[in-house]
């Protein structure tokens, strides 16, 4: 099931792209209305950008210890 952002923008637009976020905006009847369609799984199928493996604080500690080790 999708985040619904109720925002005009994100930062990570890949989110959309991938079906893992709905942008709804600030639209009151917009926002209810993505809400109720993802509610129905009407919504896009999303699936894990790649690269996003829930390891990326693994790889910022490295680089940190490498850098300022």
Request: aromatic share 2%; proline share 6%.
């Amino acid at each position: 099931m999708p985040c619904i952002t109720i925002r005009a923008n994100t930062e990570r637009p890949i989110t959309v792209d991938e079906g893992t976020n709905v942008l709804a905006g600030t639209d009151p009847a917009v926002i209810v209305a993505a809400a109720r369609k993802v509610l129905r799984g009407e919504a896009k199928v999303g699936r894990r950008p790649r690269l996003w493996d829930g390891k990326a604080v693994e790889r910022i500690v490295a680089v940190l210890a490498r850098e300022l080790g």
